[in-house]
């Protein structure tokens, strides 16, 4: 029977946890700048959020979400995101747990959550065009690659949406 995949809260004290994955050349490849990741997990800014992904009892990783504001996505050239959508970051930072479908099963529980509150018009995921793996587990629940971008820093990226209206 497969392990189930559950999303706790993250506490202050999990910082170095999330910054050993951070390092960790498989996660290093695609998150610049660790630290900035673990201030934010240490003090999220109003509007967002973040858990650890479980999985049979074991801490794997790291999800977090953010609302965004007209200004920001202006900022990085999405000015056709409503305000309010709600922007995606996640890692297996256990290596022996990716390619195990725990992303897409994590996504699935942030997405029902998110769906609840009834004021999100759109959640995305900013993937590095080079990094299949993620477009592949995030294509898996429903995200759909809406166009390219470069938001700074970042190089070509790949602007993937889910939108709830679209559920079936
Ligand atoms: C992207 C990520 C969250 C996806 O979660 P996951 O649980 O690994 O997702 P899946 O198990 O569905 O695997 C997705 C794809 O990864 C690839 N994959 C499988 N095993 C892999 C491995 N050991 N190493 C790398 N990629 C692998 C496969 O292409 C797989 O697609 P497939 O099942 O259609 O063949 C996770 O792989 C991860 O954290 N990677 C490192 C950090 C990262 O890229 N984060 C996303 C930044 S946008």
């Known amino acids: 029977m497969e392990a189930e995949v559950t999303l706790i809260p993250f506490s202050s ?45 074991q801490t794997v990783g790291y999800v977090r979400w953010q609302t965004v504001s007209r200004e920001i996505l202006d900022s990085v050239g999405l000015h056709e995101i409503p305000a309010g959508s709600v922007d995606v970051d996640i890692l297996i930072g256990e290596l022996e747990f990716v390619g195990r479908g725990i992303g897409p099963k994590a996504l699935l529980i942030l997405l029902s959550q998110l769906r609840q509150r009834r004021d999100v018009p759109l959640v995305g995921l900013t993937t590095r065009v080079q990094n299949l793996s993620a477009q592949r587990a995030f294509t898996k629940v429903g995200f759909r690659v809406l ?15 889910y939108s709830f209206s679209e559920d079936a």
Do not use: K
């Open 13 to 57: 004290t999990e910082v170095t946890l999330l910054r050993g994955w951070l390092v960790a050349p498989h996660v290093a490849a695609w998150y610049a700048d660790p630290e900035d990741h673990v201030e934010w997990a240490a003090n999220p800014p109003p509007g967002g959020d973040r858990a650890l992904i479980v999985v049979g009892g």
């Open 147 to 161: 166009r390219e971008y470069s938001p700074p820093g970042y190089g070509r990226c790949y602007l993937m949406v």
